[in-house]
């Protein structure tokens, strides 16, 4: 049974940058598929990035939307999952969130949020004009 817990949400200017992190407590993470999620007020949850597998093997996945200026990494000595957001646009204003499951997940599913048990509580970004 995995707890996550975000932080590292604020407030920033456009074009500032922000890194989050997502502790895993109750499982390894090196047991887990990872990613983050947002979801801004009337929009759909967006699959933002995604870190997936338990072997050596971990395949990282990125919404077009954010391609290039955000980059997942996880630690697993420190059973952390960190999101460092670069270049940021009022567009990426939005409820973070982190998210894993056990084991492998394929191509297609990395950005579903259905394929994951475990989530975190969120925390707010906010990116002002």
């Known amino acids: 049974q995995a707890q996550l817990v975000e932080s590292g949400g604020g407030s920033v200017q456009a074009g500032g940058s922000l890194r989050l992190s997502c502790v895993v407590s109750g499982a390894a993470s090196n047991t887990l598929s990872m990613a983050w999620f947002r979801q801004s007020l009337g929009k759909e949850r967006e699959g933002v990035t995604a870190c997936t597998g338990f072997s ?65 509580q969120g925390t707010q970004v906010t990116v002002s004009s």
């Not at 395949?59 to 954010?66: G, L, Q, R």
């Not at 670069?86 to 990426?92: A, G, H, I, V, W």
């Not at 982190?98 to 950005?111: E, H």
């Open 56 to 120: 050596h093997v971990t395949p990282t996945t990125y919404a077009d939307s954010v391609k290039g200026r955000f980059t997942i990494s996880k630690d697993n000595a420190k059973n952390t999952l960190t999101l460092e957001m670069n270049s940021l646009k009022p567009e990426d204003t939005a409820m973070y969130y982190c998210a894993a499951v056990a084991g492998w997940l394929g191509p297609d599913s990395r950005l579903k949020g259905i394929a994951y048990m475990y989530w975190g």
